[in-house]
């Protein structure tokens, strides 16, 4: 099974700055397979990209996937108030299952 | 649009089988995947298994012994049946779309193994 490792655990910004999130795969991703995911509580996951880098639909520009092989991050180019919530990343393709990272907690400064 | 709406018993004793539906509204079940995940409280997701509309299904490793989904396309349904449960599988169940990644996610089910 491969394991996804996110760092870091937590990382504190203020709005406007710039988030760099970083997700390392335990060996290489299929066709780089990597989505990322926004939680906010109480809520269900938000699709955010697919493919490692591709936007999904209606996710705004300032969110930008990257990487491949077994290093990946998300970038958020310039923090909005609502983007501060938690980030997971999962890795999917690879049999025999799919797996998720154990999330980035974004909090506010 | 479409959404995704889970039910079943939020409280099932240690032991027992839990038994989840989630209907799919606004589309058809054919011709997609769907998922179920599950995250316990305060921590991380944890994916549980899909099933394509056909009735192929795909597991976690760690939970296979005690897994089934199962579909309806009747009732545009498809459900989830854990046994054996313990504390450890007190968690929030969602459903989803799609067996890799997922666009469209229920909003969740508080299930509490507890005596």
């Known amino acids: 099974e491969i394991v996804l490792t996110q760092s870091p655990g937590t990382l504190s910004l203020s709005p406007g700055e710039r988030a760099t999130l970083s997700c390392r795969a335990s060996q290489s991703l299929n066709n780089n397979y990597l989505a990322w995911y926004q939680q906010k509580p109480g809520q269900a996951p938000r699709l955010l990209i697919v493919d490692a880098s591709r936007r999904a639909t209606g996710i705004p520009d300032r969110f930008s996937g990257s990487g491949s092989g077994t290093d990946f991050t998300l970038t958020i180019s310039r923090l909005e108030p609502e983007d501060f919530a938690v980030y997971y990343c999962q890795q999917y393709g690879s049999s025999p299952a799919n797996t998720f990272g154990q999330g980035t907690n974004l909090e506010i400064k | 649009q479409v959404q995704l709406q889970e039910s079943g018993p939020g409280l099932v004793k240690p032991s027992e089988t839990l038994s989840l539906t989630c209907t799919v509204s606004?589309?058809?079940?054919?011709?997609?995947?769907w998922s179920w995940i599950r995250q316990p409280p305060g921590k991380g997701l944890e994916w549980i298994g899909y099933i394509y509309y056909t009735g192929s299904t795909n597991y976690n490793p760690s939970l296979r012994s005690r897994v089934t989904i199962s579909v309806d396309t009747s009732k545009n349904q498809f459900s989830l049946r854990l046994t054996s449960l313990t504390a450890a599988d007190t968690a929030v169940y969602f459903c989803a779309r799609g067996g890799w990644s997922h666009g469209i996610w229920g909003q969740g089910t508080l299930v509490i193994v507890s005596s």
């Open positions: 606004g589309d058809s079940i054919n011709p997609y995947y």
